[in-house]
């Protein structure tokens, strides 16, 4: 073989190679990741409230995968956010709380976020609004601005709802255009962004701060919950009454604010907090669908991976709490869809977790191994067929040592002291009968025990100041 062939065959194979390069770089999914602030179950396609109306999300969801029953690492953002973006639980780095940064943390010392390996991994990586809790990395993207938002000066001015120094937890409409709400400026941006042409495959990050309070929507989106005709959560009165210490103590944690139950009962404003918390998700939904919208017109329509998920659930006065901050559904439980190319229509109904988002995403879109071990699972084999065997539970913490270990059927919690509840969620949905102390419920508690994180880590430095 002469010199000259030889060259020739070596040009050959390197052409072939990078052609193979290039296809596999072709075949790598877009992803539109949405993230939503402080959403629970109600949403229509998770049936948690009957008026609520969410169309946009409704279609995601029959057009993919809705995971039915998945729940977060943790009830408060930061710490459900640090663990989603680094496939780390709570108990493992040490963040569980809203005042400690990522970057503060030992134990994620090195640790690749997930736009930050989206970046490393060939993809251009682009974002807007409420993705971490405080200021983005923006060195972990090509494309990240913050913008401000209108929205949050109305109850510095003049509080809406009736709750006295209710200040930033207030609720109600307000009167002003919905181009001035950061949701709708960051969900345009994105939908711009999706007529664009990208060289390389992009991953499109936008985080929606609504149903986060303050609740304000403009007022065309409380015209279809008049407070006369607003269905209120279904309540068990004496639900505190099988409580454990330690259970009693989270259902208390609300008084020290202005959002309590007391207060919402003696100014009758129960009414219109669930008002504001349905027009508020339904103002995200118009947030959904524009985006939705948008991509279905663009080129990348059939080559972007959807995926939407929430940080956490709410509470709106199931036992008489308000907001997060708890290990019961109200508060675990979150929407998750994933839609897109070749994944399958369906609903998905066995436990996953946010923590699983890392190592799916690594794995559906080739990227590079994180020096941090993910602690969740890939979801592919339910991505593939949603009725497949998943033996796995999903766990929430909140603070340390403080754990839920939710099954297909059972809702088991065990706190730092020592205290236990067990629900039956299949049979009571409203975990309204804790069985924790029932005999014949000892061998299942014991197996769900058994699954309790092994970790519970120092709490990482707090920086009240920063993030
Ligand atoms: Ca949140
Ligand atoms: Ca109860």
Known sequence: MSWMHVMVLAALGLGMMLGQAQAAEVKRPNVLFIAIDDLNDWVGCLGGHPQVSTPNIDRLAKRGVLFSNAHCQ???CNPSRVSLLTGVRPSTSGVYDLNQPLRSAPALEGAVTLP???????????????????????????????KPDARNKQFRVKPISRLPKIRVRDFGPIDLPEEQFGDVINARWA??????????????AVGIRLPHVPLYAPKKYFERHPKSGVMLPRIKPDDLADLPPAGLEITRYMDKTPLNHRAVLKTKSWHEAVAAYLACTEFV???????????????????TLVVLWSDHGWHLGEKRLWAKRSLWEESTRVPLIFAGPGLPKGQCSRPVQLLDLYPTLAELCR???????LEGRSLLPLLRMPSAPWPHPAITTFQRNNHAIRTERWRYIRYANGDEELYDCAADPHEWDNLAAQPEHREVIAQLRRQLPKMNAAAAPVRSAAR
Not at 191 to 204: C, G, H, I, N, T
Not at 367 to 373: R, S
């Open 74 to 76: 943790a009830p408060i």
């Open 116 to 146: 930050a390996n989206f970046k490393a991994s060939g993809y251009h990586v682009l974002g807007r609004g409420k993705i971490y809790h405080g200021k983005p990395y923006t060195d972990e993207w090509h494309d990240f601005e913050v």
């Open 191 to 204: 939908a711009e962004a999706l007529q664009r042409d990208f060289v390389k495959p992009f991953f499109m």
């Open 285 to 303: 939904d118009r947030c959904v669908g524009l985006m939705l919208d948008s991509l279905d017109k663009s080129a990348h329509a059939k080559d």
């Open 367 to 373: 990227l590079a191994k994180p020096p941090q071990a």
